[in-house]
Every structure is written in C-alpha cells, then in structure tokens.
C-alpha cells in the first residue's frame, strides 16, 4: 500500500500569509493526487486534482503542484475563512489512502 | 443541484449489522464510480470501498475486507454500505463521494455495547 506523509501536522499563521504544505508518497504516483479541505463538523470539499488542477469554484489563491513522491499545496495569501484541516490523497493505485492531515490555525 | 444524501446510521451493538444507503441526484449516478469514506472521532479520513459505474470493479480497505460490501443500483441512482460484524473501531461518520468531487453530509455509525 502506498502511504502518504504531510507536513507540518500543525500551522499556526495569519491572515495574508503565504502557506505551504507537503505531502509525501512512498512510492510514486504520478499526478494522481488530490487535496481536500475539511472544516469542523463538515464533509471534505475538493480543491485540487490531478496534482494540480484547481477544481472548479474554488479561489486561485490555492495552488497545487509536484509529481512523482514530493507535492505540495500552496494558499499565496491566507484568508479567514482557509483556516481549517487540508488533507492530501493519492489516486495512484488501490486502497486509495489519505494523508494524516495538516491542520492551518489561527496566530 | 449535485446531491448526495446519506442515510442508515445508528447506534449498533458490536457483532452487529447495519446498512448504510446513499441516494443521489442532480447527475447521472450510473456514470461515475462511487466510493465510502469514514472518519473516526477527532481522527483523519480513511477511505473505505470503490465501486465502479457498473459494478465491475469493486475495491476494500483491508479493515474492512470480508466484513463490508459495496453495491449500487443505478436504476434507483443509490449506493449502499453493507456493514457486517461490526467493531468499536469502526466507530465514525461514514460519507459516500462521487470521484472525490461531490461529497454527502455524512451519517454517523457508532458501535457499542
């Protein structure tokens, strides 16, 4: 099974930081990854596909990239409304895990 | 409008069986694959089962394997969840999602004795 690692766990930051998370495959997976954004109490909400494509709705703020093992999301300016848990998954090959999670607070 | 609704979640004994349903609208159901994932209290996502559009290819967490099963029937534009011999760690809401893009409110399992 292929595992996914993110990093950090934890980000504290404030409103019109620029934020980057990681996520890591421990094999490779192409482009095949997604990125979710989960808030509290509420179902995942899709932001990013194929590694980097922005799903449609959500603010070019967000951006996607990498390919291969190392991927990251990127929010260029932080808004309130970001703050909450982002999740990666990979799309690679069955069972189709996610990440841990990352979870962005408020500073 | 794009809707997934879950339903079929309770308070179960473990050993128990319960089956979730997930009834969708808004899109052509019988175009799209179909997965389950669920959520432990306070804990991250965990994908669960696939099936495809029709039915054919049809994929398990190992937690679940042997104990869970998928199926969906396209005329009623419905998914299901099968939950057999259930446990305390299968505890959590359990969400249907269509590719990953349309994702239901969630239904919670709680097993218990």
Redesign the interface.
């Known amino acids: 099974?292929i595992q996914l690692t993110q990093s950090p766990s934890f980000l504290s930051a404030s409103v019109g930081d620029r934020v980057t998370i990681t996520c890591r495959a421990s094999q490779g997976i192409s482009s095949y990854l997604?990125w979710?954004q989960?808030k509290p109490g509420k179902?995942?909400?899709?932001l990013i596909?194929a590694a980097s494509t922005l799903?449609s709705g959500v603010p070019s703020r967000f951006s996607g990239s990498g390919s291969g093992t190392e991927f990251t999301l990127t929010i260029s300016s932080l808004q309130p409304e970001d703050f909450a848990t982002y999740?990666c998954?990979q799309?690679n090959s069955?069972?189709?895990?996610?990440?841990?999670?990352t979870k962005v607070d408020i500073k | 409008e794009v809707q997934l609704v879950e339903s079929g979640g309770g308070l179960v004994k473990p050993g128990g069986s319960l089956r979730l349903s997930c009834a969708a609208s808004g899109f052509t159901f019988s175009s799209y694959s179909m997965n389950w994932v669920r959520q432990a209290p306070g804990k991250g996502l965990e994908w669960v089962s696939s099936i495809s559009s029709s039915s054919s290819y049809i994929y398990y967490a190992d937690s679940v394997k042997g104990r869970f099963t998928i199926s969906r029937d396209n005329a009623k534009n419905s998914l299901y969840l099968q939950m057999n011999s259930l446990r305390a760690e299968d505890t959590a809401v359990y969400y249907c999602a269509r590719e990953g893009d349309v994702w239901g409110q969630g239904t919670t399992v709680t097993v218990s004795s």
Request: proline share 14%.
């Open positions: 099974d997604a979710y989960q179902a995942p909400k899709l596909y799903q999740y998954q799309l069955y069972p189709f895990t996610f990440g841990p999670g």
